[in-house]
């Protein structure tokens, strides 16, 4: 597979004060412009060139341009990045990227260390701002062109990554491992192969048996944030906010009370004083208190001006009222007030233009009773995606139908609408597909119309009437990133993305048994749409545990439905939730967790009670 030889877009800053200023010739950005378009050919461009003194800002200020304006692939620096007391582009480089790429770093100060032991001086910084790779180079022209030829081989492939170009990355990878790339070639149901006769089935699968952690990697990679909207927050409990949000207001909005009380000042110490009016929670207080008079004062209510503390009511004592009582005229104050007793001033919470949530918080009570205090009633938050929901086989019956000989109720569909409803995601129900190639390629083409992501259930193993990988790959061309997975339960789990209106959507086809079907989704599917909606922790939530018994290890990991009971010791305990066969469904009952449990190797065949697993947390803790 060849890599993506999409032109790379250069910036070459030489970063110099005599260069600057006319006082020397600049021979390494020249050079290395030279080195750039004649090394790749016309795969690789220079757009732009600059000389700029050692200024800290005025570095700085074109690295923002080159990646924010620009958005050039690659910017390369040169000079500035020694130990004299001008020499700052690494610092400015530091302060303007997202993300530090030391291992091009170690590289350049690696391979520089073979040829000369003044490498050691140097101090490159390279890393991303954006999807723009800056990368410092010494300002000698011979050091420079040393280090570029250090990081050069790498540097489409570090592109690739910045513009989420898998394939490419993928083939890179493979040519490295000598591995089968993750997109896997379908020998099933090609052009020209009789899906009709069951003698012409493989005997093996033709899919390459992909470690857990990868496959989860691969579908990660392809999950990506959907575009915001903007809704009420009375609609966004549980969503994921896609900008920073700022308070239009103060809280509180002026100097008020905590308690039910008298606003003095505090100057006048205790004693009798004139009680002027009141002033109550909600309504403005025109009165100015001065020495010798007070306010009456509830919580929350807005202090008077003039007054510096209040006195709780329970420090004084009424010495006059009005003849008919409703009214205080004079009261006696008990204690010494000190300054700001009592007193919550106006921005002590939350100040007018302070940022009170964060891009990828998540939605809760609390956070939406935030909002409402400083005002905010509409809030960016990460579409939802839809999901399409479809089971495939001939023995399925409706669970509102009436069953037939040799048929089963489909329980799969049930119970993966209900987990998306349990996680607040719209879904679609597709139905039961038929085992034809027709229905399957209907019902598949109308999900993938209707959502953004697909979720099927059975047809992906190797029997005769295993229809799926044949539909989504030959005719509806989509891209197979894998079709096996080395775990149990789930291991015909395959993940297929398919092209739709310019857009590729992904489709989960997880296994017909009701057990792997739960446990893949949760593995798989779920993380992923977690992603898809903002969740900056998308996987699901691990903890340690204890064993309540010895369990014997499989050859493959293997994820068992569990019971975690939280006692008196530092771990909870995990409780098996019977038989862990894949076809049964009672298994989920009850179980709060999935336990991560190694393959068995020849040193390790079994688990003893009380040993320390991993486990996955099923729904809300």
Known sequence: MEQSREKLRFGILTVSDRCSRGLTEDTSGPNLKTLVENSDGPSSHVEVTKTIPDELEKIKSILVEWSDRLRLDVVLTTGGTGFARRDVTPEATKAVIDKEANGLSVAMLTGSLKITPLAM????????R????IINLPGSKKGAEENFSIVKPWMRHAVNHLREDRQAVGAEHNKMDGTRDLVCPSSVGTPGSDLGKVTRRPRKSPYPLVQFDDAVRTV???SQCLEPESISIEDAIGRVISEDVVAKVSIPPYDASIMDGYAVCSSDGPGQRKVLSKSIAGTASPLRVESGTVVRVSTGAAVPTGADAVVQVEDTQLVAETPDGDEELEVKIGTAATPGQYIRLAGSDVRVGDTILRRGVKLGPSEIGLLASVGVTKISVFRVPTVAVLSTGDELCDPHSTLTEGQIYDSNRTTLMMALREHRIPFVDVGIATDSLEDVHARLSKALGMADVVITSGGVSMGEKDLLKHCLTTQLKGTLHFGRVFLKPGKPTTFVTVPV????????????????????FNLFVLPA???MMGDPEPELTKVKAKLTRDTKLDARPEFQRAHLVWGDGHLPTAHSTGSQMSSRLLSMHQANAILQL???????????????VDAMILGAL
């Open 598 to 612: 190694p393959p068995k190797t020849e040193q390790l065949t079994a688990l003893k009670a009380g040993d320390v």
């Open 121 to 128: 001086l140097g101090r490159p910084a390279c890393g991303i």
């Open 501 to 520: 209106g310019g857009m590729e959507k992904m489709v989960f086809a997880l296994p017909g048994n009701p057990v792997s079907s739960t446990v893949c």
């Open 130 to 133: 954006k999807k723009t790779l």
């Open 529 to 531: 749409l977690k992603k």
């Open 220 to 222: 990660m990679e392809h």
